[in-house]
């Protein structure tokens, strides 16, 4: 037997404060932005539902959906849309409050290769591809996914030996202590 849902119905207003010039509540529900969207198969919910959700303050349903780590932010449901609701932006937004609340859901492993991903920046200033999908495979464990992809990899030269390094590791440490800053400030001071 399912829960109801959880309303907190502020929670529009609050996204709406974060996200400048989105006003969610201004959404008619045409769809438009679900019929463009080339992700929305994949997702648990449509575009246009996950509006509508916020909408009604259904936090829980909201960080817990794998819509907002699906989200590929190519601006076609804000491009589509007439009241010009930035789904994109809010997912972002949305995405840092699912992991920041443990709300992420088990059903996709976007947010694990994001990880590893500006980790791998972080440290070296770019990606070394072994090196993620090594650490990829193993925190997934999905070892054997994309198995049959590999040997045209390394016939090709895709795959390099040894991982480089891009320079002046200082300035990247700062660029990303500025991002973390902006974005502690673009959620209210909240700590990420």
């Known amino acids: 037997m399912s829960q109801p849902p ?3 119905p502020d929670f529009a207003d609050g996204l709406a404060a974060l996200v400048a010039e989105t006003h969610v509540m201004s959404c008619v529900q045409c769809r438009k932005c679900s019929n463009g969207c080339p992700v929305a198969a994949r997702a648990d919910i449509a575009p246009h539902t996950l509006v509508r959700l916020i909408q009604l ?3 829980h349903e909201v960080l817990s959906s794998r819509m907002i780590w699906e989200c590929t932010s190519c601006q076609t449901c804000v491009t589509r849309c007439p009241m010009k609701v930035d789904i994109a932006a809010l997912n972002d937004k949305l995405r840092r409050m699912s992991q920041a609340q443990g709300k992420v859901t088990t059903t ?5 290769f994001n990880d590893i991903f500006l980790s791998a920046v972080r440290k070296r200033g770019r990606v070394f591809e072994p090196g993620l999908m090594t650490a990829y ?5 999905r070892f054997f996914d994309d198995m049959a992809k590999l040997p ?3 016939t090709k030269g895709k795959l390099p030996l040894f991982p480089k390094s891009v320079g002046d590791k200082g300035r990247r440490q700062e660029m990303f202590k500025r991002a973390a800053q902006g974005a502690r400030h673009a959620d209210g001071g909240a700590k990420k």
């Open 6 to 8: 959880t309303l907190t």
């Open 152 to 154: 045209m990899m390394l």
């Open 57 to 59: 303050g259904q936090r």
């Open 108 to 112: 996709t492993t976007v947010a694990i």
């Open 137 to 141: 495979k193993l925190r997934t464990r």
